[in-house]
């Protein structure tokens, strides 16, 4: 089945700049959600269809894919975007379709 | 408003079967292209997708649980309905539903932890 690969951890000061990635066998072909998930509390979706951005979500979650790897990106960060993060991906190359989430990065604001 | 909660036991014994209940509300199951699904999570790790009903009643199950899995939904009564069978301790995790659109999850239940334990 397909594998979505994410590094464990993320370290970021306030106001700087975190990347996520998110690893996948062409994964540029498909489109990629995030998800954040703070302690005890279920996910949100932050972005969808590789850079979509929900409504109430702020403009400093952006995203991208391209290739084998997909990206996001949390411009300016604060102390409230603390959490876990997923990419997620609908897979249909296979003869069955199923859903797949990445293996989960903590971000943590120094 | 769209909101979900998943009702069930909180702990079940090995090898029984766990039956888990998503009741919503703020959509209808019946409208074209909406689906609800189920995601768990054990103590500390990463999501996992487990099934997935559409309004047409297709449904869909992760390849390596599928023969455990049976998900039902309830259109009249705003629910969808989890069976899994076999339960074992590896199972305990917090299990939530999802609304789903085209291919993401919008919307998320409370989660509901179940232990697997004798």
């Known amino acids: 089945s397909y594998v979505l690969t994410q590094p464990p951890s993320v370290s970021v000061a306030p106001g700087k700049t975190a990347r996520i990635t998110c690893g996948g066998n062409?994964?540029?072909?498909?489109?990629v959600h995030w998800y954040q998930q703070k302690p005890g509390q279920a996910p949100v979706l932050v972005i969808s269809y590789d850079s979509d951005r929900p409504s109430g979500i702020p403009e400093r979650f952006s995203g991208s894919n391209s290739g084998n790897t997909a990206t996001l990106t949390i411009s300016r960060v604060e102390a409230g975007d603390e959490a876990d993060y997923y990419c997620?991906?609908?897979?249909?190359?296979?003869?069955?379709?199923?859903?797949?989430f990445g293996t989960g990065t903590k971000v943590t604001v120094l | 408003q769209i909101t979900l909660k998943e009702s069930g036991p909180t702990l079940v014994r090995p090898t029984q079967t766990l039956t888990l209940t998503c009741t919503f509300s703020?959509?209808?199951?019946?409208?074209?292209?909406?689906?609800v699904g189920w995601i768990r999570q054990p103590p500390g790790k990463a999501l996992e997708w487990l099934t997935l009903?559409?309004?047409?009643?297709?449904?869909r199950y992760s390849p390596s649980l599928k023969s455990r899995l049976t998900i039902t939904k309830d259109t009249s009564k705003n629910q969808v309905v989890l069976r899994m069978t076999n339960m074992d301790p590896v199972d305990t995790a917090t299990y939530y539903c999802?609304?789903?659109?085209?291919?993401?999850?919008?919307?998320w239940g409370q989660g509901t932890l179940v232990t697997v334990s004798s």
């Open positions: 703020g959509f209808s199951l019946s409208t074209s292209g909406v689906g």
């Open positions: 999802a609304h789903r659109s085209r291919s993401w999850w919008n919307y």
């Open positions: 062409n994964i540029g072909s498909k489109s």
């Open positions: 009903i559409y309004w047409d009643d297709d449904k």
């Open positions: 997620q991906v609908w897979d249909t190359s296979s003869d069955h379709q199923e859903d797949v």
